[in-house]
C-alpha cells in the first residue's frame, strides 16, 4: 500500500535549480527504498556520460560529493575506466573513456518509472497481472517507436522535457486496454550505453534512448520482437 510520494526521477539527477514541478507518484516504504538505492548509485555515474547542455555543471557540482559519500562505488568507476573512440551522429569520431556499468539497475529502476508515468499523467493503476517490460534498444530501434504511434492511434500521448534536456520523454497510452503504455526516455542528452548485447560485425553500437512497456504479460514477447 502506498504510504507516501516519491518523484519519478529523483531530484538528485537534476541541478537545483532545475527541481521544480517533478513528476510525482504515490510510493510505498519498501518501494521507496530500494528505488532510492538505485538512483543513488545512478545518480552518480551517468552524469560522467551526459552530453546535455548543463552536462560540466551537472557533473562538477553534484557527483564529487555523492561518490565521497559512497567510496566503493567510485574505486569502480575510476578503476574501470579506460580511453575509447566515440562515433557521433555524421560519422565523426570522438576521443572519451568508458566504464563498466550496471546495467541491470537502470534496467530496475525504470520499471519504476514506467509506473510513476502512467499514474501521474494518466492515474493509471496497473493491475497485479500486468507487466513492466524495459528494452535498451539500439538507436537504430528507436526509429520503430514513430511506427508503433501510428500502429496504436494512441487515446493519450505526452511529451516533457525535464530540468532544460536534463531529462526528455514521450509517452503513449492505448485505447484498449488502457493499461498498454509505451514510454521513450533519454537523460542528460542522451547517455551512450553499449555492451557485449549489442555488438554487430565487430562494432558496439550505441543505446542512448531507453524503452518502457507497461500492460498485459504478453507485451514481453511482442517487445522482444523489436529487439
Not at 576521443?95 to 510513476?116: E, M, N, P, Q
Not at 534498444?137 to 496504436?152: E, H, R
Request: overall charge positive.
Amino acid at each position: 500500500m502506498a504510504d507516501s510520494e516519491d518523484h519519478v526521477f529523483a531530484r538528485q539527477f537534476f541541478l537545483e535549480k532545475d527541481r521544480k514541478n517533478l513528476p510525482k507518484a504515490p510510493s510505498c516504504h519498501d518501494c521507496n527504498c530500494k528505488k532510492s538505492r538505485l538512483e543513488t548509485y545512478l545518480a552518480a555515474v551517468l552524469p560522467f556520460a551526459g552530453r546535455h547542455a548543463q552536462a560540466v555543471e551537472n557533473l562538477t557540482t553534484g557527483v564529487p560529493k555523492r561518490l565521497d559519500k559512497n567510496r566503493r562505488v567510485s574505486r569502480e568507476l575510476f578503476g574501470s575506466m579506460k580511453p575509447a573512440w566515440l562515433r557521433e551522429d555524421g560519422g565523426i569520431y570522438q576521443r572519451t573513456s568508458v566504464v563498466d556499468f550496471d546495467g541491470d539497475k537502470l534496467i530496475d529502476l525504470l520499471k519504476y518509472v514506467g509506473r510513476g508515468l502512467a499514474w501521474h499523467h494518466w492515474r493509471l493503476h496497473l493491475r497485479p497481472h500486468d507487466e513492466v517490460s524495459v528494452m535498451l534498444a539500439k538507436d537504430v530501434g528507436t526509429m520503430l517507436f514513430q511506427s508503433l504511434l501510428a500502429k496504436m492511434r494512441p487515446e493519450r500521448q505526452v511529451d516533457e522535457n525535464l530540468g532544460n534536456g536534463t531529462v526528455l520523454y514521450r509517452g503513449l497510452q492505448a485505447p484498449d486496454p488502457p493499461e498498454l503504455t509505451v514510454w521513450m526516455i533519454s537523460m542528460y542528452g542522451g547517455v551512450v550505453l553499449s555492451d557485449d548485447r549489442q555488438r554487430a560485425g565487430g562494432d558496439v553500437e550505441s543505446c542512448t534512448v531507453w524503452w518502457i512497456f507497461t500492460g498485459p504479460s504478453e507485451l514481453k514477447q511482442a517487445s522482444s520482437l523489436l529487439r
